[in-house]
């Protein structure tokens, strides 16, 4: 009697027990609310904070890009007034799809603006291609992309400035130039060492497609950097080739590719090896010595291994030097190597990975070999 406490089954003529269950699960509620609208309301404060630095920065000129980077925006107007109006005197280089201008920008940055020719249809494909691969690769051999400008008749690419420029021009243009024996294995590992990261070392095999002496440049540390992606291919899913209708520059594409428009990093590698016999020979693919009979890669061969002095750079091997057997030891190694890579079926050319490898021995032996002489 009474006890208001006293509660228990109905059979017992006393008031029923309240449920503890739901009166904890209300004071877990009572608690859980509050909590949540405080981690709400932060959560908004945050991306309002956000938004509105977003919001400076682009004010500022700046732009973000789908990998998080911030970009530099630039306009027509800034790149026009970067090279004087394009003018001749600051062209670069120019090519099927576009020219390059020195050029200054505001800030004082020295660099390389690539105007795509629209007036071509690939000039629009040349562009988006490039962008895509440029926009995602970062090597020490590769040229940088610093941000592009692309309007409904005008596209442009603002690249960093090599200032020695193409290792064709240094191999041709200047006489009173030369390259030495370890400046060329160096260009050429540098080559080799952006070949291996296009193909092994980013997410999608990239292949080259158009590897030249004049889409290497060359900066003032003589660091190559390999350039010009128009025509590149990305080998996507579990694809070791592709086919193409573009062509590449004739003398260095594979010959898969010329017959069938076969793209595959063996391709770059037989690329690779033209370069390689042209550095040490200074002979260019499409020299006049070379006919449908003859060409640079079975000049090289023909004289493998008994007669390769012959055919060396003239500036690089002569018999009163007092290295003589050892520069043509390492010049001889490394037109074998030439070889490999150049072999007519793709199976049998070597890939990136032992052709860095090969180099490495190479250049190792030689400065062993000159240090003890």
Known sequence: MANDGLCGASRLQIPPCK????????????????????????????????????????????TLLPNQEIWRKVTRLELSRA???FKEDNLLGSG??????????????????????????EGFKTFDNECEVLCNIRHRNLVKIITCCSNLDFKALVLEYIPRGSLDKLLYLD????????????????????????HCGYSTPIVHCDLKPSNVLVDDDMV???????????????????????????????????LDGIVSRRGDV?????????????????????TREMNLR????????????????????????????IKKDCI????????????????QRIDTKNIMTTLDKIKKKFLKNVGQN
């Open 175 to 198: 006489d009173e130039f030369c390259l030495n024996i370890l400046e060329r294995l160096n260009i050429m590992i540098d080559i080799a060492s952006a070949l291996e990261y296009l």
């Open 270 to 290: 037989y690329s690779y090896g033209i370069i390689l016999m042209e550095v040490f020979t200074r002979k260019k693919p499409t020299d006049e010595m070379f």
């Open 96 to 121: 099927s799809f576009g020219s390059v201008y020195k050029g200054t920008l505001s800030d004082g940055k020295n660099v390389a603006v690539k105007v795509f020719n629209l007036e071509m249809e």
């Open 332 to 347: 001889s190694s490394v037109m074998e190597l030439a070889i490999a890579c150049c072999a007519t079926s793709p199976e």
């Open 19 to 62: 449920n503890e269950s739901r009166k904890a699960h209300k004071s877990i509620w009572r608690y859980l609310i509050p909590s949540v609208s405080v981690i709400a309301i932060v959560v908004v404060l945050v991306m309002i904070e956000l938004l509105r630095t977003r919001k400076v920065k682009l004010d500022a000129g700046m």
């Open 298 to 325: 079975q000049w090289v061969e023909n004289s493998f291994p008994h007669s390769v002095a012959q055919i060396i750079d003239v500036k690089l091997l002569w018999t009163e030097d007092r290295h003589y057997v």
């Open 224 to 258: 190559a950097h390999v350039t010009d992606f128009g025509i590149s291919k990305l080998l996507h899913g579990d694809n070791s080739m592709t086919q193409t209708m573009t062509l590449a520059t004739m003398g260095y594409m594979a010959p898969e590719y010329g």
């Open 83 to 85: 090279t004087d109006g």
